[in-house]
C-alpha cells in the first residue's frame, strides 16, 4: 500500500527546496509521476511507476 502522507511530505520538501518559479512546473513532473498509478504493489502498477518515474527525472532535471 503506498503511503499517501509520507509522499505529500516528501513533495513538499522537494518544492521548498527549489526555486518558486520552479514549483509549478515541478508540481505538474509529480503529477506526471502518479498518473494511472493504483495504491497497490502488483506488478502491472510498479511497471507503470518506473516507467513514469524515468520521465519524473528526465522533465524533473530539464530546466
Same mark, same amino acid.
Given at each position: /500500500?503506498? !503511503?499517501?502522507? /509520507? @509522499?505529500?511530505?516528501v513533495?513538499?520538501?522537494?518544492?521548498?527546496?527549489?526555486?518558486?518559479?520552479?514549483?509549478?512546473?515541478?508540481?505538474? !513532473?509529480?503529477?506526471?509521476? /502518479?498518473?494511472?498509478?493504483?495504491?497497490?504493489?502488483?506488478?502491472?502498477?510498479?511497471?507503470?511507476?518506473?516507467?513514469?518515474?524515468t520521465? @519524473?527525472?528526465?522533465? @524533473?532535471?530539464?530546466?
Amino acid at each position: /500500500m503506498i !503511503c499517501v502522507q /509520507m @509522499f505529500t511530505d516528501v513533495k513538499a520538501q522537494i518544492l521548498a527546496s527549489q526555486p518558486a518559479d520552479q514549483h509549478e512546473r515541478l508540481s505538474l !513532473c509529480f503529477d506526471k509521476l /502518479m498518473a494511472d498509478i493504483t495504491r497497490s504493489l502488483d506488478s502491472k502498477n510498479r511497471d507503470k511507476f518506473t516507467q513514469n518515474l524515468t520521465i @519524473f527525472r528526465h522533465d @524533473f532535471r530539464v530546466k
